[in-house]
């Protein structure tokens, strides 16, 4: 599961967690951003969806969310598709897009759009079922 309740530092690329903050400085707590998930166009195709296990491709937009495997360690982003994104895992309605994904307003419009209809949509989910139908005929 992602780690809850989460900060982002854009500056540094980092997630930070309620363990993390109660130890910083004032000054560095300036610098985060409340929210669960960030977005963002992939810079190289070197990347995997930590659900589908598929590459992200190059200049694709991809979530991103923190994942900490053990309470001592720092936490690090895993990536998404759009289209893997677990509506039961992270619960971002429409509503609070703005709020919870950080570089959400960056996109315009036409991307903002295509962002969430990705996210509700089942396409990959679907699309498996699909091929698995198919072999076991």
């Given at each position: 599961?992602?780690?809850?309740?989460?900060?982002?530092?854009?500056?540094?690329?980092?997630?930070?967690?309620?363990?993390?903050?109660?130890?910083?400085?004032?000054?560095?707590?300036?610098?985060?951003?409340?929210?669960?998930?960030?977005?963002?166009?992939?810079?190289?195709?070197?990347?995997?969806?930590?659900?589908?296990?598929?590459?992200?491709?190059?200049a694709?937009?991809?979530?991103?969310?923190?994942?900490?495997?053990?309470?001592?360690?720092?936490?690090?982003?895993?990536?998404?598709?759009p289209?893997?994104?677990?509506?039961?895992?992270?619960?971002?309605?429409?509503?609070?897009?703005?709020?919870?994904?950080?570089?959400?307003?960056?996109l315009?419009?036409?991307?903002?759009?295509?962002?969430?209809?990705?996210?509700?949509?089942?396409?990959?989910?679907?699309?498996?079922?699909?091929?698995?139908?198919?072999?076991?005929?």
């Amino acid at each position: 599961t992602p780690v809850s309740p989460s900060w982002f530092c854009h500056e540094k690329r980092k997630w930070y967690g309620e363990n993390d903050i109660s130890r910083m400085k004032k000054k560095e707590k300036e610098a985060l951003v409340a929210c669960d998930m960030t977005v963002s166009y992939a810079p190289t195709g070197r990347a995997k969806c930590r659900r589908c296990g598929e590459l992200i491709e190059k200049a694709a937009l991809r979530l991103s969310y923190p994942f900490r495997w053990r309470a001592n360690e720092d936490a690090y982003s895993m990536n998404l598709h759009p289209e893997c994104y677990v509506p039961e895992v992270f619960g971002i309605k429409e509503k609070e897009l703005r709020t919870r994904i950080f570089g959400f307003e960056a996109l315009n419009n036409t991307e903002r759009a295509n962002l969430w209809k990705a996210m509700r949509g089942r396409g990959r989910e679907n699309a498996a079922l699909t091929e698995g139908k198919e072999a076991s005929e």
